[in-house]
């Protein structure tokens, strides 16, 4: 129910009736008022009920949280919370609450990737201005940053090193990005990438051999 029409003694009774029967409180809302309230003559004839209409706006944190857990209903895992970490653009939400957020998290963070493309695709169909939603699974997107920055300092030294350039493991496009980010903190080393997702992998090489 996303709209309801309600009458009352006053306009105020009408929109706390029509709240409670939209789960809204009244910032989640639009208020119409069709009818103001009219006692009428002696209180009895002509006497007019308030009437409003209330629409529940749309809310992109809600819409988020309610797709995840449809998905997360029909994988079985109810056991698996969507906890809000930050409501406004990025809107962040973490998984949490379960030994299997393995399952969700997928190899690399392919299946969180998955799911957090088709969540901003949900939302954002009912926008006119881009709203940004990260999906993280206990701490894995911090986790796995410093993982890939230390696998880039790594393979940095490698390289200056020995001189032979190395292509890395394929990557999400925000994985490559901060490869490409860390490596530029190293004067003589450049990256590109090449390939076609979702085997798109960077190579990080001596500038002097590009």
């Known amino acids: 129910m996303k709209k309801v029409t309600v009458t009352g003694k006053t ?4 929109i706390e009736d029509a709240l409670g029967r939209l789960h809204a409180t009244r910032d989640q809302v639009k ?5 103001q309230p009219s006692r009428g003559f002696l209180g009895l004839i002509g006497a007019r009920a308030a009437e409003v209409e209330v629409e529940r706006l749309f809310d992109p944190v809600e819409t988020a949280v309610q797709f995840l857990e449809d998905i997360l209903s029909k994988m079985n895992l109810e056991d698996v919370k969507v906890e809000v970490q930050q409501k406004t653009d990025p809107i962040i939400l973490n998984f949490t609450g379960s030994r299997r957020l393995g399952i969700l998290i ?7 990737d998955s799911l957090q493309y088709l969540v901003n695709v949900v939302v954002n169909r009912k926008v006119d201005d881009y ?3 990260v999906l993280d699974a206990e701490g894995y997107r911090s986790r796995r940053e410093t993982a890939l920055k230390g696998l880039a300092d790594r393979i940095a030294r490698q390289v200056i090193q020995t001189g032979k350039q190395t292509a890395l493991e394929p990557m999400s496009p925000m994985e490559r990005k901060l490869i490409h980010s860390q490596i530029q903190q190293y004067d003589q080393l450049s990256t590109f990438s090449e390939g076609k997702d979702p085997q ?3 190579i990080i090489t001596l500038k002097s051999q590009r």
């Open 11 to 14: 306009v105020e009774s009408a």
């Open 31 to 35: 208020v119409s008022v069709l009818q």
């Open 106 to 112: 997928g190899r690399r963070g392919q299946t969180l």
């Open 131 to 133: 709203i940004r939603i």
């Open 200 to 202: 798109r992998k960077v």
